[in-house]
């Protein structure tokens, strides 16, 4: 398979350009943004976003400072830095809150709300087809030859006869943009099915968030492609999801496995890499830049992308499946690998890892750092933790 060429502008994936600090600087207080249940032993979202919010203020040498209240978390008092649950949604709604850059935020400032979802992934079924404002046909004619075939239609008419044009070359993925963890997805091969899950859909739903049309992979490898920054410590990596049963028995997330480096992707790409590995790391890059370039406003200072790698009637195929440009399940190993690039300065590559497991007999490492172990109200028993494998000065 040959490898992706990314865009001319791509070779650069260099995060949003901050503000140049303040020669004495004020105390910089950490906050949670957009989840009310940090402190709520209930809830392993909750309790995994306050556990980053508080590595990333020792990481950093700033001040945790709980769950932000507008009332007491004010920045005439001094720097906020914001720990996001969620891509935030708005530039302008983002720089009242004092987020002016990436020095600001671990996550990702979006213009408009599908932005943040799957949806941006592919084009629209035709050019009358409806789609939202702020709605990119360039970037999507940009990134096309780094995703799979599909379309994003924003109407259940419009899904129909895109998807059943894609079905004469195989069977099609349905997906909710908004869907996390691989949930709100399913695989057609037939116009009756296709029909029939169409039919299950909400259309207002469709109509709001849009629905994602695309080619179904065989035997596929899902790498995860990231960069992430806080203040002068910055990391890249491209490394692989695994899977685990829940409480239940589904299949779901179960943890990521990084091989991380200093600097940005583009420095990535200077460290031996497998040849899929660097296809998937190329995809990406072109992604993130046609993202930043067609979405005037965006700030990322962490993107995470999802590229996979499998067979579409027996030929390999390769791409991106999606961004994040918030925190993820992989921050706990890109922070554990940033803390061993600041304790050593001639560590140049880390190996760092997440694993969630779901029951009550969960064997821990030693030498993990725990994020959450417990019963959560929603999955039950759970245990969630990172843990730093291994490091290199990059001569072994």
Known sequence: MATPTPDAAATSVAMEAAPAPDPQPRDVRVVVYGRADCDDPGSHQGATLKGIAQRVARLAGFTFAGSYDAATHRPSDGRLYFVPADTLIGVDSARQLGIAGADDLLGGVVPHAFIATKAISHGRVAPDAAVPAGWSDTFAARIHAHVLPGFTAFSIDDASRGARAMLRDGKVRIKEPCGIGGLGQQVVATEAELDQALQALDAERVKREGLVLERNLDDVITFSVGQIQIGDLCASYCGTQDLTPDNTGRKVYGGSTLR?????????????????????????????????????????????????????????????????????????????????????????????????????????????????????????????????????????
């Open 260 to 396: 991380v480096v200093r600097g940005t992707l583009e420095d990535l790409l200077t460290h031996p890499l497998e040849v899929h590995q660097r296809d998937a790391v190329q995809a990406a890059m072109a992604y993130h830049a046609a993202a930043i370039e067609c979405f005037p406003g965006s700030v990322m200072s962490r993107c995470n992308y999802d590229v996979a790698f499998g067979t579409d009637n027996g030929r390999p195929r390769l791409g991106v499946l999606e961004q994040s440009w918030r925190v993820g399940g992989a921050t706990g190993a890109e922070l554990a690998a940033l803390a061993a690039f600041r304790d050593d300065p001639q560590c140049v590559r880390a190996t760092a890892c997440t694993r969630e497991i779901y029951g009550e007999d969960a064997t821990v490492p030693d030498d993990a750092d725990v994020y959450f172990q417990g019963e959560d109200r929603s999955v039950g028993a759970l245990t969630k933790y990172a843990r730093l494998e291994s490091t290199s000065d990059g001569h072994a």
